[in-house]
């Protein structure tokens, strides 16, 4: 469902926030200016995203990827260090999920799915205590995210891409998804370890 756009200062950008069905997990669309030229947008301002979550949340790592077509990247997450991650794609297309892994909360085990693409602009806001995936649905994909800790390898954990008991409805890009040796050892979540 919308919230009404967050306030900003004078001049910036308003920024279309969109709260998914897993509560915290948001979809972001920054006003994009085009014409002719090209476009400008304002990809990313302190004021308006922590008014959109609804805290402050401090960056310490910006994170590239690119990948080509059916690569399927996750489920990963942090124990400890636990980042939180604000994704988009600027080139391509993906699809990503966030698969809800806090046994407190009543969607424990709930997943939702987002197309990012380079056309429509939109970023995802993935709290710490998600999982996160995506897969690459067109030919390539340049993704970038924001993370709220830094990358912790000892802490780091992966839930099988998929694990029936989430049921993710990955689409169908046209074969079968390309996924590493590392993701492809993963557990279930059923015997994952998760967040309070």
Do not use: C
Request: glycine share 10%; aromatic share 10%; no cysteine.
């Amino acid at each position: 469902r919308p919230i009404p756009d967050a306030p900003a200062a004078r001049g910036v950008p308003r920024m279309k926030v969109t709260q998914t069905k897993l509560e915290g997990v948001l979809i972001l669309e920054p006003k994009v200016f085009g014409d002719d030229r090209g476009f400008f947008m304002e990809s990313f301002n302190q004021r308006v995203f922590d008014e959109a979550v609804g805290r402050h949340i401090e960056f310490v790592q910006d994170n590239h990827s690119r990948s080509t077509k059916g690569v399927l990247r996750g489920l990963h997450y942090q124990l400890q260090q636990a980042q939180g991650k604000l994704v988009r794609v600027t080139r391509g297309a993906v699809f990503d999920v966030a698969v809800d892994i806090r046994k407190s909360s009543p969607a424990f085990g709930q997943w939702v799915g987002v197309e990012l693409t380079e056309s429509n602009h939109r970023q995802l806001w993935i709290p710490a205590g998600f999982a996160h995936g995506f897969v690459v649905t067109s030919d390539s994909a340049d993704f970038l995210y924001k993370a709220s800790d830094y990358y912790a390898p000892a802490h780091e954990r992966s839930i099988l891409w998929n694990d029936p008991d989430i049921g993710i409805e990955w689409p169908d890009f046209g074969g079968e998804p390309t996924v590493s040796a590392k993701d492809l050892g993963a557990g279930l979540l059923q015997d994952a370890e998760t967040f309070a």
